[in-house]
C-alpha cells in the first residue's frame, strides 16, 4: 500500500503560480511511477503529467503547453507539479497517484493504483 498526501493548492489570479506537493509513504517511494491528473467540475478526471521512477522520464498534456513541471524528490519521497501562467480553465482538484509499472510512464487513469486526496486549484480571471 501506498498513502499520497497533496498539498499546496489554494486560490491564484490568472497568470499566476503554484506548486503542488505529494508526499508518499507506506512503499519505496523509487518503485513507482508518478502522475499527476485533474477533473473539473463536470467533467472526467484527466492526465495532466506524469514522472518515470527514475525522474530521467517525464510526460505532459498536450493542454500544458510547457506551463507545467514535474519533478521528484526521492530523498523526501515527494513529487512536485510546478504550474505557471495559470488561468481559468486550470481550475479544478489536482490529484497525485502513483503507479507500480516501471516499464513506462502511462497516462491512463485506470493503470494507476494508489491515489490521494486531491488538491483544490482555483484561478481566477
Known amino acids: 500500500q501506498v498513502q499520497l498526501v497533496e498539498s499546496g493548492g489554494g486560490l491564484v489570479q490568472a497568470g499566476g503560480s503554484l506548486r503542488l506537493s505529494c508526499v508518499a509513504s507506506g512503499r519505496t517511494f523509487s518503485d513507482y511511477n508518478m502522475g499527476w491528473f485533474r477533473q473539473a467540475p463536470g467533467k472526467e478526471r484527466e492526465f495532466v503529467a506524469a514522472?518515470?521512477?527514475?525522474?530521467?522520464?517525464?510526460k505532459y498534456a498536450a493542454f500544458v503547453k510547457g506551463r507545467f513541471t514535474i519533478s521528484r524528490d526521492s530523498a523526501k519521497n515527494t513529487v512536485y507539479l510546478q504550474m505557471n501562467s495559470l488561468n481559468p480553465e486550470d481550475t479544478a482538484v489536482y490529484y497525485c497517484?502513483?503507479?507500480?509499472?516501471?516499464?513506462?510512464?502511462?497516462?491512463?487513469?485506470?493503470?494507476?493504483?494508489?491515489w490521494g486526496q486531491g488538491t483544490q486549484v482555483t484561478v481566477s480571471s
Open positions: 514522472i518515470s521512477w527514475s525522474g530521467g522520464s517525464t
Open positions: 497517484a502513483a503507479d507500480r509499472s516501471k516499464v513506462f510512464i502511462r497516462t491512463s487513469l485506470g493503470q494507476y493504483d494508489y
